[in-house]
């Protein structure tokens, strides 16, 4: 389940998947998946937390 308001801001141009997933101790298509198929669950919502501490341009 997709909201508008948790749309994630444009991520950088090569690589952050990789650091995402060694941030989040987790697979590169987790996070994938988290990203850009909206799927749901803790692991999901690390990485999009992850995602916007690190990558997000909205403080």
Partial sequence: MKKDADKLSSPPRHG??????KLCNCSRKTVSRALFKG??????????ETFK?????NP
């Fill in 53 to 57: 501490k690190h990558f997000s341009n």
């Fill in 16 to 21: 952050y998947i990789t650091e995402l997933a």
């Fill in 39 to 48: 799927y749901t669950g803790p692991k999901a919502d690390k990485v999009r």
